[in-house]
């Protein structure tokens, strides 16, 4: 590992000065990803700031609005009163993914951070336009069984990219319609989970649309209507401790046995957390039946494309949505 | 013994001069202390903390204080070694294991401030100020922990390298409140891999201390 020099600031505009005006400079917080990362010498920061003792730990409810701070341990958010009462869904999420012993380490903002699991872009013997820009895609015609569906476009080989974001807990956080709150060199902003990861477009090197030196400080989930009616479904090779082949959120606000209105994002199919506006439009109005599900599900897949391997997740993910539903309306 | 006050969250600042130097000068002292190691009788080695020179795994960058098994150390170390490097290379602390070294198969399972987590996938210096307790520090030859005994009783083993951290885990499984049931204790020891797959044993070894009720 390339020797590096670490900094432990406590204050957030410190944190911010050190990592802003240093393209060699990285954050760490858990670390369960970044030193995996720096192990394989796939990333080689010469300035590790560790930002632990920043105070972004509080998990605070406040008029409506759910505020969790960016350095709450996965295992802290998905076992807080509040989370498990309001939004159950975010908690079934961060219990899916990783293990106890990780859940114990990894933080909100890394969760959110962490990088794509596609074996390319850890194997520095092979192509990845991720890790090296314009080298290639050995996905793309390699082993993608675990590749993306949505989102791709293969026009030009030096800029395609079909990782996946393996996060959970983004999942639920794009069907509750989250904040993320920014700091950065420019001061404060707040933006949409939905618009903070980004597709691979013509930079598949870049995952989000953070700025140098930007960091999160925070989520922030508004009171909904769908904790009664939720339920995050995650398909994967093993029953535990895998990152999800296909996974699906849904929530459903129910009246009377129609369906006021839905929220549906999957995970395992892009190169962000996938979101299903089309799909959620489609459920509202519509009775609490199987086949109001069914027909969302069809939506939800119009524009997506296999790559071989990975071709049974187009049948794969309409039956996860439809099951997610079900199981959030109660029905089995 | 009464646990000392560590500060944390302590600004720090260190350089990263002549750092190929260093580089060299860590690869020929480690490759010395390594050959000199090979000499050293088993006894010395298991006689703990203080067997081994101080040289040993270099080098002098950042200090770091941090209680492991109750006692309080400090050391000097290169921010580049992880908890479980620093354990096993620096501190003779063999029992915690070193498996893919990756984050996936939770050998290396250690409690930080009473939580269990990898020891393979942070770095020592971010634990300044914690109190780490190791398989080391839960039971000893003599007085086992219970969970201990329950591995030897349903033979929850068989070439043993996953046992440290599958107790480790296990522990902190039945402390959690997420041992009620096997499938409980399946989900829950997950990120704990066995691949001569005593898995059946372990989840019966762990069952029973939670329904015995000992305090684990």
């Known amino acids: 590992m390339k020797p590096f020099q670490y900094l432990r600031p406590s204050k957030l505009k410190a944190a911010i000065e050190m990592v802003s005006g240093d393209p060699q400079a990285r954050y760490i917080a858990g670390g369960t990803n970044l030193i995996d990362l720096m192990k394989r010498g796939i990333v080689a920061p010469e300035k590790l700031v560790d930002i632990n003792h920043l105070p972004l730990k509080k998990i605070e409810y406040k008029t409506g609005v759910l505020r969790i701070g960016a350095l709450a341990l996965n295992s802290e958010v998905a076992a807080h009163e509040t989370v498990l009462q309001k939004h159950p869904l975010l908690a079934q999420a961060l219990d899916s993914g990783a293990s106890g012993q990780l859940r114990n380490m990894a933080t909100v903002g890394g969760n959110i951070l962490q990088k794509t699991r596609c074996t390319y872009f850890y194997d520095t013997a092979l192509p990845c336009n991720k890790r090296e820009p314009e080298s290639g895609c050995s996905a793309l015609e390699g082993i993608n069984r675990l590749h993306a569906i949505f989102g791709t476009e293969t026009e030009n080989p030096a800029k395609t990219c079909i990782a996946v974001h393996p996060s959970d807990m983004c999942v639920a956080l794009a069907a509750l319609d989250a904040d993320v709150l920014l700091s950065g060199p420019g001061g404060e902003r707040r933006i949409k989970i939905a618009d903070l990861h980004r597709l691979p477009g013509a930079n598949p090197e870049l995952d989000t649309n953070l700025e140098r030196g930007e960091l999160i400080t925070a989520v922030e989930i508004r009171d909904n209507a769908f904790a009664r009616n939720s339920h995050y479904l995650k398909v994967r090779d093993r029953a535990s401790y895998a990152f999800a082949i296909v996974s699906v959120a849904a929530a459903l606000d129910i009246d009377n046995g129609q369906i006021r209105s839905a929220r549906l994002a999957m995970g395992g199919v892009a190169h962000k957390p996938w979101r299903l506006i089309a799909a959620e439009k489609s459920l509202e109005g519509q009775p609490v039946t199987e086949s109001s599900f069914r027909k969302a599900a069809e939506v939800a897949m119009v524009g997506a494309r296999g790559f071989g391997q990975n071709d049974f997740k187009l049948k794969l993910a309409p039956n996860a949505i439809v099951q997610a539903l079900l199981t959030a309306a109660g029905i089995e | ?216």
């Open chain 2, 1 to 216: 013994m009464k646990d000392e006050e560590i500060p944390a969250g302590e600004e720090l600042v260190c350089g990263v001069e002549n750092r190929f130097d260093e580089d060299r000068r860590y690869f020929l002292k480690q490759s010395v202390a390594i050959a000199g190691l090979a000499f050293v009788p088993g006894s010395l080695v298991a006689g703990g903390e203080n067997a081994l020179p101080e040289s040993f795994g270099d080098t002098e960058n950042v200090k770091l204080s941090i209680a492991i098994n109750g006692k309080k150390h400090q050391l000097n170390i290169d921010p580049r070694t992880t908890l479980l490097d620093l354990l096993r290379e620096r501190l003779a602390l063999t029992g915690t294991k070193k498996g893919c070294d990756l984050g996936h198969c939770g050998a290396c399972t250690v409690h930080i401030n009473g939580q269990r987590t990898l020891s393979c996938l942070t770095f020592a210096v971010m634990q300044n100020g914690t109190k780490v307790t190791t398989i080391e520090g839960i039971g000893t030859p003599e007085k086992l922990h219970p969970l201990q005994t329950a591995f030897i009783r349903h033979d929850g083993f068989q070439c043993g390298y996953c046992t440290p951290g599958q107790i480790m885990s296990g522990v902190s499984c039945i402390r959690e409140g997420n041992a009620g049931s096997e499938a409980e204790v399946r989900e829950y020891m997950s990120g704990n891999l066995c691949r001569c797959g005593a898995y059946p044993n372990i989840v019966n070894a762990i069952l029973e201390v939670k329904n015995s009720g000992e305090k684990v």
